[in-house]
T-cell receptor, first 114, second 114 residues
Framework: AQTVTQSQPEMSVQEAETVTLSCTYD???????LFWYKQPPSRQMILVIR??????QNATENRFSVNFQKAAKSFSLKISDSQLGDAAMYFC???????????FGKGTLLTVNP | DVKVTQSSRYLVKRTGEKVFLECVQD?????MFWYRQDPGLGLRLIYF???????EKGDIPEGYSVSREKKERFSLILESASTNQTSMYLC?????????????FGPGTRLTVT
């Protein structure tokens, strides 16, 4: 079974600084997708960024980027120029290529200090 | 914008009651999901549906059932609520075609069973 591990239950960052959230996963599949979701306090979970395993280029969405290391099964999220609105619970998730179910990590709570 | 709505944000029920949680999506998505979210455990899949009247068990289906009579609506049923079912329940929907397995989440229902 696939597993997703987020080893940092909590992280904090100063406003305008950069922070990296870690995620590792375990799979024997070659075709899969990885996601980072953000859940702000009392608000809906939204997709931050998505990475297809067959793509070598790391995904980027504005201030959010990933470091996808396929051999190491690592998928970290980098947030640049952190803003107060980035404070949230972040979940890493995995989907097998032939299956649309998501497997989530336990989450990392990010605090942004002014 | 995709919209996923859940019938209640907060719900308080007594042990032994039958509880219905409703979820509606407006994007004509084939797939719908029910998760429960508990601190330190992340999101765990209860049930999902890949078509009308079709359902499949997730990782923790015990004590729950589901109903999907129409494409846009997916209901989670607690046949006899117990205190260990106190949790945040999240509904999600997603398109069924690769390569994108993005799921769109509702705001959640915080259920307390007393």
């Amino acid at each position: 079974a696939q597993t997703v591990t987020q080893s940092q239950p909590e992280m904090s960052v100063q406003e305008a600084e950069t922070v990296t959230l870690s995620c590792t996963y375990d799979t024997s599949e070659s075709d899969y997708y990885l996601f980072w979701y953000k859940q702000p306090p009392s608000r809906q979970m939204i997709l931050v960024i998505r990475q297809e395993a067959y793509k070598q280029q790391n995904a980027t969405e504005n201030r959010f980027s990933v470091n996808f290391q396929k051999a190491a099964k690592s998928f970290s999220l980098k947030i640049s120029d952190s803003q107060l609105g980035d404070a949230a619970m972040y979940f890493c998730a995995y989907a097998r290529g032939s299956n649309y179910k998501l497997t989530f990590g336990k989450g990392t709570l990010l605090t942004v200090n002014p | 914008d995709v919209k996923v709505t859940q019938s209640s944000r907060y719900l308080v029920k007594r042990t032994g009651e039958k509880v219905f949680l409703e979820c509606v999506q407006d994007m004509d998505h084939e797939n719908m999901f029910w998760y429960r979210q508990d601190p330190g455990l992340g999101l765990r899949l209860i049930y999902f549906s890949y078509d009308v009247k079709m359902k499949e068990k997730g990782d923790i289906p015990e004590g729950y059932s589901v109903s999907r009579e129409k494409k846009e609506r997916f209901s989670l049923i607690l046949e006899s609520a117990s205190t260990n079912q106190t949790s945040m329940y999240l509904c999600a929907s997603g398109a069924g075609e690769p390569p994108v397995y993005e799921q769109y989440f509702g705001p959640g229902t915080r259920l307390t069973v007393t």
